[in-house]
């Protein structure tokens, strides 16, 4: 079956400081892959997706890439902020499948 | 701004009691979603509903029915409210893209 499968936290940085969290995932067909992100008190907001092979996708100083060849879409910042600090989901859609499959979450915690 | 709406954001209910997590929507999508979400788990999928009066069951159904009676309202039922249904609930709506809006959650403690 799919599942994904994410670095277990919590993550604690400096600001400034890089950051990557790891997201390997296992899938049957070819999944559209997301990152999700879920700051104190609410719901989760989409960060970014890619929905092919190579693609990058990017927002707010976020990357992930899609690798088919290490069945990966690690999330990277170049330069974190204590703004950042969140509960960050790995997922993925399956083609055909309309339900998203996620990751456990990995808690981003950032100090000044 | 797409609105994904869940009637509670905290509730308390005793064990034994019918309990409705209700959500709306008014983006019009097709698909709409039950999660939960608990510590160390991530989000596990209640149910899926993928048009009006229809739905299907998720990773975690038992426990659970939903009811689709409009395409913008999907409720989540616990039939007899258990401690170890005590969660946070997420209801999320997708469009065609397959990007999915999530609502704020609501927190459910059965005591």
């Known amino acids: 079956g799919n599942s994904v499968t994410q670095m277990e936290g919590p993550v604690t940085l400096s600001e400034e400081a890089f950051l990557t969290i790891n997201c390997t995932y296992t899938?049957?067909?070819?999944?559209?892959l997301f990152w999700y992100v879920q700051y104190p008190g609410e719901g989760l907001q989409l960060l970014l997706k890619a929905t092919k092979a190579d693609d990058k996708g990017s927002n707010k100083g976020f990357e992930a890439t899609y690798r088919k060849e290490t069945t990966s879409f690690h999330l990277e910042k170049g330069s974190v902020q204590v703004s950042d600090s969140a509960v960050y989901f790995c997922?993925?859609?399956?083609?055909?499948?309309?339900?998203?499959?996620f990751g456990t979450g990995t808690r981003l915690l950032v100090s000044p | 701004d797409v609105k994904v709406t869940q009637s509670s954001r905290y509730l308390v209910k005793r064990t034994g009691e019918k309990v409705f997590l209700e959500c709306v929507q008014d983006?019009?999508?097709?698909?709409m979603f039950w999660y939960r979400q608990d510590p160390g788990l991530g989000l596990r999928l209640i149910y899926f509903?993928?048009?009006?009066?229809?739905?299907e069951k998720g990773d975690i159904p038992e426990g659970y029915s939903v009811s689709r009676e409009k395409k913008e309202r999907f409720s989540l039922i616990l039939e007899s409210a258990s401690t170890n249904q005590t969660s946070m609930y997420l209801c999320a709506s997708s469009d065609t893209t397959r990007k999915a809006f999530f609502g704020q959650g609501t927190r459910l403690t059965v005591v």
């Open positions: 983006m019009d999508h097709e698909n």
């Open positions: 509903s993928y048009d009006v009066k229809m739905k």
């Open positions: 899938a049957t067909g070819y999944p559209s």
């Open positions: 997922a993925l859609k399956d083609t055909g499948f309309q339900k998203l499959v």
